[in-house]
């Protein structure tokens, strides 16, 4: 009986075993019927993620491939999760479109389309409107549809006489691109579409519409540790993602943990092309559903009903999203509210986010989060955006680290109504505004910038603070400013700021004096001033450069991108910042630390270099007292 006895066992314990991890082909010229196996692929991506387990690898070979793909299920852990990728050395390409052929000449240049309205099957996106919490339209309406010629979006219209007569629209960064127009409407049983291709046949060109809402989006919340990997992904009509609603996007992790993003290229998204968001159980668009409320309001009412659904660093964020080209997003590159938590986002690309610029809004930016929580956002180039980071709401400790931005017409970066202790070091912020700041208790540590400081209180909202690091709420309450530190910073300086007659409250300069009236004292020590840039009135050892010339200039060559610059000879800091050199935020009574509680030291610069005991001020160590360029991308 005993030997018996144990083969019932070793049965029952092999019935029991989970099943070995796998890998599930993929191939344009597979089929749905198939094993899976590379001898015998699947043909859709959609397939495999039905067929996916845990632990399971899903491999797509080199094609384009048409679908949305909602993952039904993610993994288990870090070690056990489901991962999609290309084929190595393989060009996959996932889109949201489709081809579409049988245009017809309707006037010189303008072509028409008629489309059965069953050819987008249960969601067309040139019936369903962008609407959400915070959206402005600036007075007409826009579709989720797009129309592309050859992979370059046109500019849509609600007038068919600007299909028939475009002019360059003024507000876009593309003016000759803004005459490429299209035009639809509807009726019960047909979609009809207008465009001007110029001198283009678009029948005997690629012509692609939107007929996705996503790319990559699991339908249900709690799809955990998924890893998308190396996929050419693009084409989604999504929808505005506010931070009081669930958060759709060409790729979006929605309300989930765990997830890697990495190495893929993203682009051409109607708003947002990545989101780490949230859910749409905790509130939907619930400003414009309630206009009874203030928005702020409504928010700190979804933020309760998030923490009842289990908001925490067990359940939700510990995203890592690296190394991927984000391209072409109307709304935002990277965009999160409450789901980013612990999170990183580190050395990706983004560009061209709110180039069209036809609607507008907020929740909008190259990175957008609300509730950054223990985010480290480090090595990103985000430039040719309106806004470059934009931290809004609950940056708590937070780090914005060598990050390279350009070219934004809005500002670098907006931090609004955070009560610290936040981190921004080592940061090159080369556009007219480098920091917008309306909140409190931040810390600037070796950054380069080359515009404006504007700093302003923000007393109509209270808005929450945390436990270190924790989602759970400490209390609320307003922004009063001030209770910034600034140590070994350059300013470059420029021309002094006309004061702003309709916001008194808020002071645009260049330098730290701005600092001076706020309520809460701030610290600085260490500074460089150029050319006007002044300094706080209680700084220890400013250098103040007043005639020196510091020639900054951004120069991009063969995709690289180098900084030109002269700064001369600079005096060391005193010594190394550190969180006994930071102290403790007013607000939060916080310490500046690691995310693990540990404590920090700025030792290192933009490029990861150790840095002296007594470093040089700015973003590189030692970079030479005459004119250099130096590669920063």
């Known amino acids: 009986m005993k030997p018996r006895f144990w083969t019932a066992g070793l049965l029952l314990g092999l019935l029991a075993a989970p099943a070995p991890a796998r890998e599930i082909h993929v191939a344009v010229n597979g089929s749905d019927a198939h094993d899976g196996s590379a001898a015998a692929p699947l043909q859709t991506i959609s397939a495999a993620a039905r067929m996916a387990q845990p632990g399971d690898t899903v491999t797509v070979h080199a094609g384009t491939y048409r679908e949305r793909i909602a993952p039904p299920r993610g993994g288990t852990a870090e070690s056990n999760r489901i991962v999609y990728q290309a084929a190595p050395g393989e060009r996959v390409v996932v889109k949201g479109s489709e081809v579409v052929k049988g245009w017809k000449r309707f006037a010189p240049g303008v072509w028409k389309l008629v489309l059965p309205n069953s050819f987008f099957g249960a969601y067309n996106p040139y019936k369903d409107r962008i609407v959400g919490d915070w959206f402005t339209d600036k007075g007409r309406p826009h579709h989720t549809g797009e129309v592309y010629l050859n992979g370059k979006s046109l500019w849509e219209t609600n007038l068919i006489e600007r299909v028939l007569d475009p002019q360059p629209y003024p507000e876009g960064r593309d003016q000759e691109a803004s005459t490429w127009t299209w035009f639809a409407e509807s009726d019960a049983t047909h979609t009809y579409l207008y465009a001007n291709f110029h001198d283009q046949d678009p029948n005997q060109e690629l012509v692609e519409i939107n007929v996705r809402p996503t790319v990559f989006y699991p339908d249900e919340p709690g799809r955990d540790y998924i890893t998308v990997r190396g996929f050419h992904l693009s084409h989604?009509?999504?929808?505005?993602a506010a931070p009081?609603?669930?958060q759709p996007a060409l790729i979006g992790t929605h309300w989930s943990k765990g997830w890697v993003i990495e190495n893929n290229v993203i682009s051409d998204a109607k708003c947002a092309c990545v989101t780490l968001g949230k859910d749409r159980k905790t509130g939907h668009n619930v400003w414009?559903?309630?206009?009874?409320?203030?928005?702020?309001?409504?928010y700190n009412e979804v933020i309760i009903r998030a923490l009842a659904a289990g908001w925490s660093r067990e359940k939700i964020g510990s995203h890592v999203v690296r190394n991927n080209t984000i391209f072409n997003c109307e709304q935002a590159g990277i965009a999160g509210s409450l789901g980013a938590v612990f999170s990183e986002i580190t050395g990706n690309h983004i560009y061209n986010v709110w180039a069209k610029r036809q609607f507008t809004g907020a929740e909008m930016g190259g990175i957008k989060l609300h509730a950054a929580i223990d985010v480290v956002i480090r090595g990103n180039r985000i430039h040719h955006a309106g806004r470059g980071i934009w931290l809004d709401w609950m940056a708590q400790g937070t780090r914005v680290s060598g990050n390279l931005l350009y070219d934004n017409t809005t500002d670098d970066l907006?931090?609004?109504v955070n009560h610290g202790p936040f981190l921004v070091d080592n940061n090159l912020f080369l556009s007219p505004v480098s920091l917008l700041d309306w909140s409190e208790g931040g810390a600037y540590v070796?950054?380069?910038?080359?515009?404006?400081?504007?700093?302003?209180p923000e007393l109509r909202r209270s808005t929450p603070y945390h436990p270190p690091h924790s989602t759970q709420l400490a209390d609320l309450i307003n922004t009063k400013g001030g209770d910034a530190r600034f140590y070994a910073n350059l300013f470059t300086g420029g021309p002094a700021l006309p004061p702003n007659t309709r916001d008194p409250q808020r002071i645009a300069g260049y330098g730290t004096w701005m600092y001076d009236t706020r309520p809460y004292p701030?610290?600085?020590?260490?500074?460089?001033?150029y050319r006007g840039a002044r300094p706080y009135a209680d700084e220890a050892r400013p250098q103040i450069l007043e005639n020196a010339e510091p020639g900054v200039s951004v120069v991009e060559e063969n995709g690289e991108v180098?900084?030109?610059?002269r700064l001369g000879p600079l005096q060391p800091a005193a010594s190394l910042v550190t969180t006994q050199t930071l102290g403790r935020t007013k607000v939060t009574g916080l310490l500046y630390e690691n995310p693990d509680g540990t404590p920090l030291t700025v030792e290192t610069d933009f490029w990861g270099r150790r840095r002296s005991r007594t470093p040089t001020p700015g973003p590189f160590e030692n970079p030479g007292t005459s004119e250099v360029k130096v590669k920063v991308w």
Not at 236 to 240: G, I, K, L, R
Not at 562 to 565: A, R, T
């Open 236 to 240: 989604a009509a999504s929808q505005w």
């Open 244 to 246: 009081t609603a669930e």
């Open 288 to 298: 414009i559903n309630d206009l009874s409320k203030d928005g702020a309001l409504h």
């Open 414 to 416: 907006f931090v609004e």
């Open 446 to 456: 070796h950054n380069l910038m080359a515009g404006a400081v504007i700093s302003r």
């Open 522 to 529: 701030s610290f600085a020590a260490d500074n460089v001033y």
């Open 562 to 565: 180098f900084l030109k610059l």
